[in-house]
């Protein structure tokens, strides 16, 4: 199939990048739909920024198909670069200019008359809460100020889609947490984002879609849910009021796990509501009376560890 009759905001199709001997990315399909999402998710060296540097049109490719917002990033780079805001791992402001001349920088890169420049510099000043700070050099910003300033400096020409290239690397918590809600609002106002991060929990927060790269290849693609439903170990965990119902479950049901002293039962279950049903009428059935259940799915650690270093592992066996 084209990449084209999909219409997605980011296409890739057998996307290869080498360095001589050294395979980065290894047939990379992706598709990510307009107005959503999407992290890319791996260990250090999975080939993530080098995606991003490729759809950025920062560097070449050896093999494959790439559109940006429908444009050929080899044969219409100009209007990939006019389409896309990008924030990378490392903080691309001019530490003597302050952060407002930053701002006005890049709104003369983007030619926009000074009216609207300025017009568009004061909205992103407000936006990510840095109008006190305004005329102070980025130097004297705590981290999560310096990227909220990264984020604003990408957003300046409006773009409809965004890289986020590890945006939160090196922050504290509360840095973290205050970048999330940026992006949060972004995504609201229906923005294409692609993130990439090592931060399963960031994925995991952000992502309508997540692709799990290893070693340049994209092991696994879905939803968070779908993702963690890819690794065993759910259950659902059954509670009970009294020992004779538990009895009675436990004859009933193919049990993992079963707790006397806290009347509770484990089965096996992917979270779903199919499951669920199943479990509950097979209950009913035998006329036992729960008083509560709760549902325990992998998380994306789960996945990560299931899933990557594998081929990493064969490679250093084989060699």
């Not at 540097?53 to 790439?66: A, C, K, M, P, R």
């Not at 479990?279 to 650690?301: G, I, W």
């Amino acid at each position: 199939m084209s990449i084209n009759e999909t219409n997605p905001a980011i296409a890739t199709k057998g996307l290869r990048k080498s360095y001589g001997d050294n395979v980065v990315l290894d047939g990379i399909d992706l598709s990510v739909p307009k107005g959503s999402v999407f992290a890319l998710l791996g260990p250090n060296g999975a080939g993530k920024t080098t995606i991003v540097n490729i759809l950025s049109t920062l560097v070449g490719f050896d093999e494959g198909q790439v559109e940006v917002d429908g444009h050929n990033v080899v044969k219409e780079p100009d209007a990939v670069r006019a389409a896309i805001g990008v924030t990378g791992q490392f903080s691309a402001v001019d530490n003597l200019l302050t952060g407002e001349e930053n701002l006005v920088l890049m709104a003369d890169l983007f030619h926009l008359p000074k009216v609207e420049g300025r017009q568009r510099i004061a909205e992103l000043l407000e936006r990510f809460d840095l109008v006190d700070v305004a005329k102070d050099t980025p130097t004297t910003y705590s981290g999560g100020m310096q990227r909220r300033l990264d984020l604003a400096m990408g957003l300046v020409g409006s773009p409809g889609i965004v890289f986020l290239d590890e945006p939160t690397t090196g922050l504290d918590p509360r840095g973290r947490h205050t970048v999330w809600e940026s992006i949060r609002r972004l995504a609201s106002e229906h923005v294409t984002i692609l993130l990439t991060t090592q931060y399963l929990e960031e994925a995991d927060r952000l992502a309508d879609r997540i692709g799990l790269l290893d070693d340049g290849v994209l092991v696994a693609e879905g939803t968070p849910a779908e993702l963690k439903r890819l690794v065993p170990g759910g259950h659902i965990s059954l509670h009970f009021t009294d020992s004779e119902h538990l009895e009675s479950a436990a004859r009933a049901l193919n049990a993992i796990g079963r707790d006397d002293e806290k009347l509770s039962l484990q089965v096996p279950g992917d979270g779903g509501v199919t499951a669920i049903r199943e479990t509950l009428d097979q209950l009913d059935r035998h006329a036992v009376e729960v008083d509560s259940l709760t549902v325990h799915t992998p998380d994306l650690d789960d996945v990560f560890f299931a899933l990557t270093g594998q081929r990493t592992n064969k490679k250093e066996s084989t060699s």
